[in-house]
């Protein structure tokens, strides 16, 4: 299926890159899977030339890593790996999100609004037997409520490396949420992180997101442990 731009179809390397990253980040491509060029050619439709430009920009995204003389491979997870992943994150969101409470206007916070509804929407109908994270619809509705509340931050170069971070971070979820399938529902950290956001308090709006993403590394990491 083609993805749409506008009332154009997306360049075909941007689509390859999007499905690509899709099944990385919900694990349909494990971690130290070799990403064969025929392979992907025959299983995504695509020809040598987007796949390859895809998959480097995924080597840029640390998502996938070019080893010499060997080819492509899935990035491999560890414990090490997502903490510093955690502790660039603590930097690096907090900093966006200040600068988008400072900087916001009504749109930014309709659109926050917007976003968290469709989110607790989701949650609220997701049944107990469905994966929570895991799930397509909502990892995008979460990913959409993240990048609301720092849309008003006016720094590219910040944003790019957040999402870098953010989506590295969203593998190791998917990660532990392939394996619990029923894990309790975090909604209300986002609702609490709303409310600060709206209210315009930066130290509880930081110290919020900062425990938020922090928690969620504690579980993902007492997974790893355990296998």
Not at 13 to 18: F, H, K, R, V
Not at 101 to 113: K, M
Not at 198 to 204: E, K, T, Y
Request: glycine share 4%; net charge negative.
């Amino acid at each position: 299926m083609l993805e749409i731009i506008g009332e154009k179809a997306a360049p075909l390397s941007e689509q390859a890159l999007l499905r690509l990253r899709n099944d990385i980040l919900n694990g349909t491509l494990v971690p130290g899977l070799q990403l064969k060029l025929d392979i992907l050619k025959d299983h995504y439709g695509f020809s040598s030339s987007p796949l390859r430009e895809a998959l480097n920009r995924l080597t840029a995204d640390g998502l996938v890593v070019n080893e010499d003389r060997r080819g492509f491979f899935v990035a491999p997870v560890s414990i090490e790996d997502i903490q510093e992943i955690t502790r660039l994150r603590c930097l690096l969101e907090p900093e966006a999100l200040t600068e988008a409470i400072t900087q916001g206007d009504d749109a930014w916070e309709a659109q926050i609004i917007a976003a968290h509804f469709r989110l607790d929407r989701v949650e609220g109908r997701s049944s107990s037997g469905k994966p929570f994270i895991s799930d397509s619809e909502w990892a995008s509705l979460h990913e959409e409520f993240h990048n609301a509340l720092l849309a008003a931050c006016t720094s590219q170069k910040l944003l790019t490396m957040r999402t870098t971070f953010f989506y590295q971070a969203e593998r190791y979820w998917h990660l532990w949420a392939n394996a619990n399938p029923n894990p309790a529902n975090r909604g209300s950290n986002h609702e609490r992180l709303r409310d600060a956001v709206l209210s315009r308090d930066i130290v509880r709006s930081t110290d919020l997101l900062k425990s938020h993403i922090s928690q969620t590394t504690e579980i993902v990491v007492k997974y790893l442990q355990q296998e």
